[in-house]
């Protein structure tokens, strides 16, 4: 079966009013951004119908980022430079994830024997953050530092969701829910309802509604008001958490894991 993945969401409405905002700038995000999911230099053409930008404005962005460095071109076709990783080096030094976060993660990724994976919310997708395989010898998911996934089929998005205010909740539902599989749950009332099975077990648990035969665990990293501020999740073949007792030992672990986390993220 092959999953058609939609275009990612848009952030969720900010209290930011529209006249405080300078379009240019944000117009020059969405040409950056729009490389997140290229898997090859893309065109000035390419770059317009990805972000439905007029294509002279569409140059006039490009060539201002290459100017200041953040795209290198090629014939003619534009992919972003090393410098784009200065975007994300102050968040990641400032909460200290390779000192702390990074060592953590790594002895509980080997005790668990499964990779993990450390998640925060960004509107209406879950980005990895920061990510261990511990046991080089362990099969991965294919997911690194950066990716997005959907809060809505993924467990390491529910367990965002379902610790997130409930108006985040509410404007997440009222949208029209992707199908990523022929499993995926899109009904508001369903997803409210696994909400809140996760809310009352602690973590949560997804089985093939993102890729099919695979099951996630997540748990929250809560804040001080019992809020997520992020998530810690396993990804594996969906016969390996057959047993409810082996996904809460799972979760337990990851659990442990986010406590210790918790001052840190």
Not at 24 to 42: H, I, R
Not at 131 to 156: M, Q, V, W
């Amino acid at each position: 079966m092959t999953v058609q993945v939609p275009e990612k969401a848009a952030p969720l409405s900010t209290e930011i009013a529209d006249k405080d905002i300078s379009l240019t700038f944000a117009k020059g995000m969405e040409v950056l951004e729009a490389f997140e999911s290229a898997a090859a230099p893309l065109t000035i053409p390419d770059l317009a119908r990805r972000t439905g930008i007029n294509r002279s404005v569409t140059r006039r962005l490009v060539l201002t980022l290459v100017r200041l460095g953040y795209l290198t071109e090629a014939n003619r076709s534009y992919a972003p430079s090393p410098r784009v990783l200065r975007l994300a080096s102050g968040y990641l030094r400032e909460r200290q994830f390779g000192r702390t976060v990074q060592p953590v993660m790594a002895s509980y990724s080997k005790q668990l024997g499964d990779a993990i994976s450390l998640a925060v919310r960004d509107g209406a997708d879950a980005i990895y953050v920061a990510y261990s395989p511990g046991d080089p010898a362990l099969i991965t998911s294919g997911f690194g530092i950066g990716s997005r996934l959907p809060l809505t089929a993924t467990a390491i998005g529910r367990a965002l969701l379902a610790f997130a205010e409930e108006e985040v909740i509410d404007e997440l539902l009222a949208a029209p829910l992707p199908a990523y599989t022929a499993t995926t749950k899109t009904d508001p009332a369903a997803l409210r309802s696994d909400l809140g099975e996760t809310r009352a077990r602690g973590y949560a648990l997804v089985t093939g509604e993102y890729e099919p035969g695979v099951t996630s665990i997540a748990v929250p990293i809560l804040d001080g008001r019992g809020k997520a501020k992020a998530a810690l999740g396993i990804v594996g073949p969906a016969a390996r958490f057959e047993e409810i007792a082996v996904c809460t030992q799972k979760a337990v672990m990851l659990r442990d894991c986010a406590e210790t986390l918790a001052s840190f993220v």
